[in-house]
């Protein structure tokens, strides 16, 4: 199963962008890049996903690199309610689904 | 739309006991994952129900069981617990399974203690 390495942990300023990047280097080709995120005290939450263009929601974007081995999560303005572990991880689009969670990368947010 | 909804949100239980959570999952989702969330390992796949069935299971002993109602809804359940079974467990349920654009919607965990 695919694996992806993120960061142990990060901090921003409040009302600054934060990127949180994950790599995921033996991608394959119909595996779709998931981000979850999960606040103190709650069940994880789903950000976005994307396969191999760049994504926008509300919530955030994701930009994929060309090779597909790394990705980036973008807040584009962090608040103290963003703080929590972002999860990046790898879906099979083709087959019955297993996610494989990694540790996550846990954002500080300093006001 | 009401969430996923888990109960009990703690419970505190002997070893060599048995136990069962509950999942609600949101209307209209027919497929139900768990997944057990420990501080060293990390959320981890236990099973996923769609139509009362089983699809998928992780690696897990057989002490970890579950099941899924005609209303979709689900029950786990672990025998004989053990200390090291103490974890958040999770839910999670999404309109069918596979579908990769219909994303997981997590319920906010029952705190499993063991002592």
């Known amino acids: 199963d695919a694996k992806t390495t993120q960061p142990n942990s990060m901090e921003s300023n409040e009302e600054e962008p934060v990127h949180l990047p994950c790599n995921h280097s033996t991608i394959s080709g119909t595996d779709y890049i998931h981000w979850y995120r999960q606040l103190p005290s709650q069940g994880p939450e789903y950000v976005i996903h994307g396969l191999t263009s760049n994504v926008n929601n509300r919530m955030a974007s994701l930009a994929i690199a060309e090779d597909r081995k790394s990705s980036t999560l973008i807040l584009h303005r962090a608040t103290l309610r963003d703080a929590a572990v972002y999860y990046c991880?790898?879906?099979?689009?083709?087959?019955?689904?297993?996610?494989?969670w990694g540790a996550g990368t846990k954002l500080i947010i300093k006001p | 739309k009401a969430g996923v909804t888990q109960t009990p949100r703690y419970l505190i239980k002997t070893r060599g006991q048995q136990v069962t959570l509950s999942c609600s999952p949101i209307?209209?989702?027919?497929?139900v994952s768990w997944y057990q969330q420990t501080p060293g390992q990390g959320l981890q796949f236990l099973f996923e129900y769609f139509s009362e069935t089983q699809r998928n299971k992780g690696n897990f002993p057989g002490r970890f069981s579950g099941r899924q109602f005609s209303n979709s809804r689900s029950e786990m359940n672990v025998s004989t617990l053990e200390l090291g079974d103490s974890a958040l467990y999770l839910c999670a349920s999404s309109l069918v399974p596979g579908q990769i654009n219909s994303p997981l919607h997590f319920g906010n965990g029952t705190r499993l203690t063991v002592t």
């Open positions: 991880i790898l879906r099979d689009g083709d087959s019955n689904y297993q996610l494989i």
């Open positions: 209307s209209g989702h027919r497929s």
